[in-house]
């Protein structure tokens, strides 16, 4: 069973903190992955993807992968209160399917 | 259009009713795919289309589920029998082709509701 896997929270995080979420896959055959950010009642939207271990920088959001460890994250820096949203985390299967973990819910207090 | 719209937006019916939920892709993407989502879960995979042609239906959960891309463009996702397991958000997006890691572009969703 392939499965992502991320902590439903919530995490709450002050206003202009940085805001650490985290992902595990279990499909050592993943090749890309994708950070979603879904805001209650509307349909995801893509926030990054990143394919190489490392990390990649888009403003403020960096993703950061590590295919040995079979974990990617994403931060968010000066966290705003309009970044509140759950934050889905998906990747590819061998079929190049995405497989989505369940999201985690982020609160960020002014 | 400028992205991807479904229709219904909502969608009430019986146990037992026969529904079907409209999905129209962005202009131009090839790639179309259904999902479905329950509350505090991830979308789960359900078909995907390139083209015309499904390329993967191996996430409908049962024969009572298929959909249709008759002409490439718009497509039709069919339920029959609906049961009360069914209600859910059916999610639909599109790409601009099918090669791994394409962004997938999200329509807003059809909330379906079997009494």
């Known amino acids: 069973q392939k499965e992502v896997e991320q902590n439903s929270g919530p995490l709450s995080v002050p206003e202009g903190a940085i805001a650490s979420l985290n992902c595990t896959y279990s499909?050592?055959?993943?090749?890309?992955f994708f950070w979603y950010r879904q805001y209650s009642g509307k349909s995801p939207e893509l926030i990054m993807f990143?394919?190489s271990n490392g990390d990649k920088e888009d403003g403020r959001f960096t993703a950061q992968l590590n295919k040995a460890s079979q974990y990617v994250s994403l931060l968010i820096r000066d966290s705003q209160p309009s970044d509140s949203a759950t934050y889905l985390c998906?990747?590819?299967?061998?079929?190049?399917?995405?497989?989505w973990g369940a999201g985690t819910k982020l609160i960020i207090k002014p | 259009g400028a992205g991807v719209s479904q229709t219904p937006s909502n969608k009430v019916t019986e146990k037992g009713k026969y529904v079907e939920l409209r999905c129209d892709p962005i202009?131009?993407?090839?790639?179309l795919y259904w999902y479905r989502q329950s509350l505090g879960q991830g979308p789960e995979f359900l078909i995907y289309?390139?083209?015309?042609?499904?390329?993967?239906d191996s996430g409908l959960p049962n024969d009572r589920f298929f959909a249709v891309r008759p002409e490439g463009s718009v497509s039709t996702l069919k339920i029959q029998r609906t049961e009360r397991g069914d209600s859910a958000v059916y999610l639909c997006?599109?790409?601009?082709?099918?090669?791994?890691?394409?962004?997938?572009?999200f329509g807003p969703g059809t909330r379906l509701t079997v009494l």
């Open positions: 202009s131009g993407h090839t790639a």
């Open positions: 289309f390139q083209g015309t042609g499904a390329a993967d």
């Open positions: 499909d050592r055959g993943s090749q890309s």
């Open positions: 990143i394919y």
């Open positions: 997006a599109s790409s601009q082709t099918a090669a791994p890691g394409d962004t997938q572009y």
């Open positions: 998906a990747v590819t299967d061998s079929n190049y399917q995405l497989i």
